[in-house]
């Protein structure tokens, strides 16, 4: 009895070695198969994601020229509405910018 007991315990352990090899087998390819999935997400979601950069550097270009054109305009019209007070500004920021250089 004791032979048929080994005997049948040999054949279990065989028979569990199989299946829990047959599960891991199927446990790496479903891995493999996520991995995929998540990499094909993560490459759509980059490319959304350059483009939406991409988009957003559009936008603030243009509005930096937009506003450095809407800045030039001001300072023109305050230039031609004050011409002596802008002479005055621009020799106060020289003599300045000489006294700073000296030192």
């Given at each position: 009895?004791?032979?048929?007991?080994?005997?049948?315990?040999g054949?279990?352990?065989?028979?569990?070695?199989?299946?829990?090899?047959?599960?891991?087998?199927?446990?790496?390819?479903?891995?493999?198969?996520?991995?995929d999935?998540?990499?094909?997400?993560?490459?759509r979601?980059?490319?959304?994601?350059?483009?939406?950069i991409?988009?957003?550097?559009?936008?603030?270009?243009?509005?930096?020229?937009r506003?450095?054109?809407?800045?030039?305009?001001q300072?023109?019209?305050?230039?031609?509405?004050?011409?002596?007070l802008?002479i005055g500004?621009a020799?106060?920021?020289?003599?300045?910018?000489?006294?700073?250089?000296?030192?």
């Amino acid at each position: 009895m004791s032979d048929n007991s080994k005997t049948t315990a040999g054949a279990s352990a065989a028979s569990d070695f199989e299946a829990v090899s047959q599960q891991l087998a199927a446990l790496r390819e479903d891995m493999s198969r996520l991995a995929d999935t998540v990499s094909g997400i993560a490459g759509r979601r980059g490319s959304h994601t350059a483009a939406d950069i991409a988009e957003g550097y559009s936008e603030a270009k243009h509005y930096a020229v937009r506003t450095g054109k809407s800045a030039e305009h001001q300072l023109e019209a305050s230039v031609a509405a004050h011409p002596l007070l802008a002479i005055g500004l621009a020799a106060g920021a020289g003599l300045m910018v000489g006294a700073m250089s000296r030192r």
